[in-house]
């Protein structure tokens, strides 16, 4: 079992550029969760899917930010444009049903300078 | 490999029950354990813990750290049903953060 898999591992882009995290959670598992760390905010629960639909959007900062899950294998969480604030590491976990832990990626390093 | 584990899973207790969660890290370079509460919404902070054997308190919630066995637990005092979440612990390394599977605590009227 390969856990739940981020990429890329780390990224820096330029402000006003498309940035896109990708995730693969663990097969088998039918929720998905998208997190932000950063030093000021902590941590931070962004979108999470549940069976591939978007359950809860509410974190999400801004119009800039968008989450998709086309397939129980696959997300993306996608900003654009990017700007210097969204640097943080941006986790993903994912679990097989409500009564069960989550597994977390390694995240994604993100620095927009 | 750099792991946490937390214990037990899920936990179900009834209102004013203690519980003790249970959080166990193999990380290298070790900074600090974090605790949070995640509810339906935002994990909320708990707890950051860098020294071994002294206690953080806030309220009912408590947490310590033992640097030399590698563990952390949380204890929960006189449990209300409002503590009912998921609580992760994580290690944070500098470099990274390595989180537990959680532990799902049900408090039951």
């Known amino acids: 079992d390969a856990g739940v898999i981020q990429s890329p591992r780390h990224e820096v882009t330029e402000m006003g550029q498309e940035v896109t995290l990708r995730c693969k959670p663990i097969?088998?598992?039918?929720?998905l969760f998208w997190y932000r760390q950063t030093m000021m905010r902590g941590l931070e629960l962004l979108i999470y899917?549940?069976?591939?639909?978007?359950?809860?959007d509410s974190g999400m900062p801004e119009d800039r930010f968008s989450a998709k899950m086309p397939n129980a294998s696959f997300s993306t969480l996608k900003i654009q444009p990017s700007e210097p604030r969204d640097s943080a590491v941006y986790f993903c976990?994912?679990?097989?049903?409500?009564?069960?832990?989550?597994?977390f990626g390694s995240g994604t390093r993100l620095t927009v300078v | 490999e750099d792991k946490v584990v937390q214990s037990p899973l899920s936990l179900v207790v009834h209102e004013g029950d203690t519980v003790t969660l249970n959080c166990s890290y193999e990380?290298?370079?070790?900074?600090?354990l974090l605790w949070y509460k995640q509810e339906k919404k935002a994990p909320t902070f708990l707890f950051m813990l860098?020294?071994?054997?002294i206690e953080k308190k806030s309220g009912r919630l408590s947490s310590i750290l033992d640097k030399k066995e590698l563990f952390s637990i949380l204890n929960i005092t006189a449990t209300q049903t409002g503590d009912s979440a998921v609580y992760l612990c994580?290690?944070?390394?500098?470099?990274?953060?390595?989180f537990g599977t959680g532990t799902s605590l049900t408090v039951i009227p």
């Open positions: 994580a290690s944070n390394t500098g470099n990274q953060f390595y």
């Open positions: 976990a994912s679990r097989p049903g409500q009564l069960y832990g989550y597994t």
């Open positions: 899917f549940n069976n591939n639909v978007p359950i809860d």
């Open positions: 990380v290298t370079n070790f900074r600090s």
């Open positions: 860098t020294s071994s054997g």
């Open positions: 097969s088998g598992h039918n929720s």
